[in-house]
């Protein structure tokens, strides 16, 4: 019904930065609100940022002032720009969609995950 092709995680050094992208396909009628979350080795899946199909963004305090969520609402596509990136932000990185099918079901999306190591 909705794919999600996630991309733009890897291998970086303390300090570096990363941008992930995801891209939503599928019997899309429309995307609300977007979102990252990231799941490090033995911890639960936690929220990174979410964004509304306005604009309006909300994002974890262990990442303000270092991450950016952004989205292309022709492309259905969701980024988030990650800067000095340190180690602990280490982790699996899931993208998220809430979305409206045609038809009007309603349903939340994840894509399938982009790993993304920061070494120190």
């Known amino acids: 019904q909705v794919q999600l092709v996630e991309s733009g995680g890897g291998l970086v050094q303390a300090g570096g930065s990363l941008r992930l992208s995801c891209a939503a396909s599928g019997n899309i009628f429309r995307i609300n609100d977007m979102g990252w979350y990231r799941q490090a080795p033995g911890k639960q899946r936690e929220l990174v940022a979410t964004?509304?199909?306005?604009?309006?963004?909300t994002s974890a305090d262990s990442v303000k002032g270092r991450f950016t969520i952004s989205r292309d609402n022709a492309k259905r596509t969701v980024y988030l720009q990650m800067n000095s990136l340190k180690p602990e932000d280490t982790a699996v990185y899931y993208c998220n969609v809430d979305s409206v099918l045609w038809g009007g079901a309603r349903d939340v999306y994840w894509g399938q995950g982009t790993p993304v190591t920061v070494s120190s």
């Open positions: 964004i509304t199909r306005s604009g309006t963004t």
